[in-house]
């Protein structure tokens, strides 16, 4: 499952299955929490991040992130 914030929009949220890709766009910022971090591969801005986290792993993350 992958919980995600876009903007200041609702929160939403839904299950991929393997294989299966979403895009999704923001004028500002994403706030995304995944529950199996291990079976997600995230591309940001044309760059493929590296993995988030293992197996089942929840993991949230913001991008851009306060760093960048």
């Known amino acids: 499952w992958i919980d995600v914030g876009i903007d200041d929009r ?14 999704l766009e923001a004028s500002e ?3 995304i929490c995944i529950g199996n ?4 591969i995230l591309t940001y801005e044309g760059e493929t991040l590296e ?9 949230r993350v913001n991008l851009p ?4």
């Not at 988030?52 to 993991?59: A, C, N, Q, R, S």
């Not at 992130?65 to 960048?68: C, L, V």
């Open 37 to 40: 971090a291990g079976g997600v």
């Open 10 to 23: 609702p929160r939403f949220d839904f299950i991929l299955e393997n294989g299966n890709q979403v895009r």
């Open 29 to 31: 910022q994403f706030s």
């Open 51 to 59: 993995p988030l986290g293992g197996t089942e792993e929840v993991v």
């Open 65 to 68: 992130s306060s760093t960048d």
